[in-house]
């Protein structure tokens, strides 16, 4: 054996023991300056935030005031007619006559179309000349009795004869009867050859024309819809029953009004007018019934529109800008502007509102001031300015709109609802 070759392999393993030690002081060295950078880093970061908390950042305030806030549910509804009749003749026969023009409104009882008369004026002929036969015969049968009472008194016929001729006048008193109810069957059948609007209303498009062969029951002639005043069926969650119901009940009358698709246009206003007796359980909605005169015709039969329904008026809420609401962990708040252009959190406790207005039920007071643009760049104490000044009151009155998704294809499917509040615009103020 090698010595040398011995000595080396005898000194290998204290080799690797030196390596091993030099690689886990590198190691720990290496950590060490990591820590240090990290911390560094960190600190510089502190201190660039507390450099920056002190600029004053540009924000926009708005002043609290106090306004009264309709509460109003949202739905979809549908334009439903009281009347919608479709005009079938009562007898068969060739149309003589069209007496109405397409899209007309008319009376109830106007005439809309004429069937030819000639043989049901025929009947009325016949069933009078039966009349007055048997009315004459009658007639004669009541002479003849009145003299058989006259001579069984004076014991000239026998009772058997009197009683005959009894029988024979209420005989002939049982026909008189039969042909009067045929002549007013027959009559009846000649009205009926003049087809009157059963109701008064818009007539559409007419289904036959002069010259056509109706049969009774079954040809359509046209379609009647009543316009005025009109109906829009909408539904409400059960939620929200307990207030409608108890004001519907009381006579008092909920003030509806009817919006296009867009939500920018008001159709027309009517009143709440019934509900119906039951909750639809698959989803938990009742359906309402609106009345509008609709004296401008403004409605139309199934147009679909959106409804704003006012449930009830809170007098006098504190009212602040949606926008100035912010929503943490532990609820709701905003931040409060103060004299000396500082801000402070502040939990508040929402009422009724959407997200141009809400009401505050606690945390604030009219006349404070809150922030309701760049609050999300804001913490407590921060410093704030102010570009413009001059501001508006948040409870400015302006047109209520739409809150809800009641965006749904029927009315009586039972549309998504929501409570929402008038309330005004939102503009910029200096702090008190």
């Excluded at 029927?410 to 910029?428: A, D, F, K, L, M």
Aim: net charge negative.
């Amino acid at each position: 054996m090698d010595p040398e070759n011995s000595q080396d392999g005898a000194n290998r393993p204290a080799i690797y023991r030196v390596k091993k030690y030099w690689w886990a002081i590198g190691a720990v060295v290496l950590l060490v300056l990591l820590i240090g950078v990290a911390r560094f880093r960190a600190n510089a970061k502190a201190n660039a935030l507390r450099a920056g908390a002190n600029v004053p950042l540009a924000v926009t305030v708005a002043r609290v005031v106090t306004a009264d806030v309709p509460i109003i549910i949202d739905a979809l509804g549908t334009v439903t007619p009281l009347a919608t009749v479709t005009v079938h003749p009562q007898i068969s026969g060739p149309i003589t006559k069209i007496n109405f023009t397409e899209g007309q409104m008319l009376k109830a009882g106007a005439l809309l179309a004429e069937i030819d008369t000639r043989p049901f004026k025929a009947v009325v002929d016949q069933a009078k000349g039966q009349l007055d036969r048997d009315t004459a015969m009658l007639a004669n049968a009541k002479i003849d009795l009145a003299r058989y009472k006259t001579l069984l008194a004076e014991d000239s016929v026998s009772e058997q004869q009197y009683a005959t001729q009894q029988a024979t006048v209420d005989q002939d008193e049982g026909t008189v009867a039969a042909d009067v109810a045929n002549l007013e069957a027959a009559q009846l059948s000649l009205d009926y050859c003049h087809i009157a609007a059963p109701v008064a209303g818009l007539v559409g498009l007419r289904q036959v024309d002069v010259g056509n062969l109706v049969q009774a029951n079954a040809t359509e002639i046209v379609v009647v819809t009543q316009m005025q005043p009109m109906s829009v069926l909408f539904t409400v969650p059960e939620d929200s029953l307990g207030t409608i119901l108890e004001r519907l009940r009381s006579g008092q009358k909920l003030a509806v009004d009817a919006y296009d698709r867009s939500l920018t246009n008001k159709i027309a206003s009517g009143v709440l007018a019934n509900a119906d007796n039951e909750i639809d359980p698959t989803t938990g909605t009742l359906k309402l019934r609106a009345m509008f005169d609709n004296s401008k015709l403004e409605l139309f039969p199934n147009q679909f529109v959106n409804v704003h329904l006012l449930v009830d008026t809170v007098h006098n809420a504190i009212v602040v800008p949606g926008s100035g609401l912010q929503q943490g962990a532990s609820g709701s708040y905003v931040y409060v502007a103060n004299a000396d252009n500082t801000v402070s959190m502040r939990a508040v406790t929402t009422g009724p509102g959407t997200a141009d207005q809400v009401s505050i039920l606690k945390g604030l007071q009219p006349g404070e001031t809150v922030v309701v643009d760049g609050a999300d760049q804001l913490r407590d104490g921060a410093h704030i300015t102010i570009p413009q000044a001059g501001a508006t009151g948040a409870g400015t009155a302006q047109r209520p709109h739409r809150t809800g998704s009641g965006s749904q294809g029927s009315s009586s499917g039972g549309g998504q609802h929501s409570q929402r509040q008038q309330g005004g615009s939102t503009g910029t103020a200096n702090p008190p």
